[in-house]
């Protein structure tokens, strides 16, 4: 089945700096990669995602790439600010598996003001 | 409407009793999961229902039961739960369940086993 691996586990910015998340995908199948933002104590939610014929995609602060060729893809934070802090999960599902994603195990991003 | 609603937000239980976790969202999508989630830990995917039908069991044990009466609602039946069924337990909603469609999460609930 698909494995997610996810780096770093725990990233700490100073505000105003760039945060950089990487996951890599095992299952060439896989061609929907979304990213959760989870706050403490709060539900996941979407906050980009990518399908496998997109290279990159931008929403304001936010940013992901996708090499399909390596199977890696990663998020891109800009100016963070405190409340980008959270854990993040990066997901990959593939058409067939009928709404099944494999998660990463997390990253928890501190900013420091 | 997109929310997903989840009730309780707490529930504490004995490994003898029985209760239920419900779900609801009303914006007419047609696949419904539950997920278990452990505290710093990805959400693990417990069940999928398409078209109120059940479409993947990830081999969760019997004791939670899955119920799906409308395309509305999503309930989730426990029973002789065990102390490291503890964790918090979120219901999502898709449109389907191709991809790309963003799955929304309740804001769930926190199950303590004791």
């Known amino acids: 089945g698909e494995n997610v691996e996810q780096h770093p586990s725990t990233l700490s910015v100073q505000e105003g700096d760039s945060a950089v998340i990487k996951c890599t995908y095992s299952?060439?199948?896989?061609?929907?990669f979304p990213w959760y933002k989870q706050e403490l104590g709060k539900r996941p939610q979407l906050i980009i995602d990518?399908?496998?014929?997109?290279g990159e995609k931008k929403d304001q602060r936010i940013a992901v790439t996708l090499n399909k060729t390596a199977k890696h893809f990663s998020l891109h934070i800009t100016e963070t600010q405190p409340e980008d802090s959270a854990v993040y999960f990066c997901?990959?599902?593939?058409?067939?598996?009928?709404?099944?994603?494999?998660f990463g195990d997390g990253t928890t991003l501190t900013v420091k003001p | 409407d997109t929310e997903v609603t989840q009730t309780p937000k707490h529930l504490v239980m004995g490994m003898t009793n029985k209760k239920s976790l419900k779900c609801e969202q009303h914006?007419?999508?047609?696949?419904m999961y539950w997920y278990k989630q452990k505290a710093k830990k990805p959400p693990e995917l417990m069940f999928v229902?398409?078209?109120?039908?059940?479409?993947i069991n990830e081999s969760v044990p019997s004791r939670f039961s899955p119920e799906c009466p409308n395309s509305s609602l999503l309930n989730l039946h426990l029973h002789a739960l065990q102390p490291e069924d503890s964790a918090l337990y979120l219901c999502?909603?898709?449109?389907?369940?191709?991809?790309?469609?963003?799955?929304?999460f309740g804001p769930g609930t926190r199950l303590t086993v004791t």
């Open positions: 999502a909603s898709s449109q389907v369940t191709g991809h790309g469609y963003e799955q929304y």
């Open positions: 299952d060439s199948a896989s061609n929907y």
């Open positions: 990518i399908r496998s014929n997109v």
């Open positions: 997901a990959a599902r593939k058409e067939t598996n009928a709404g099944k994603s494999t």
């Open positions: 914006m007419g999508h047609r696949a």
């Open positions: 229902y398409s078209y109120e039908k059940l479409s």
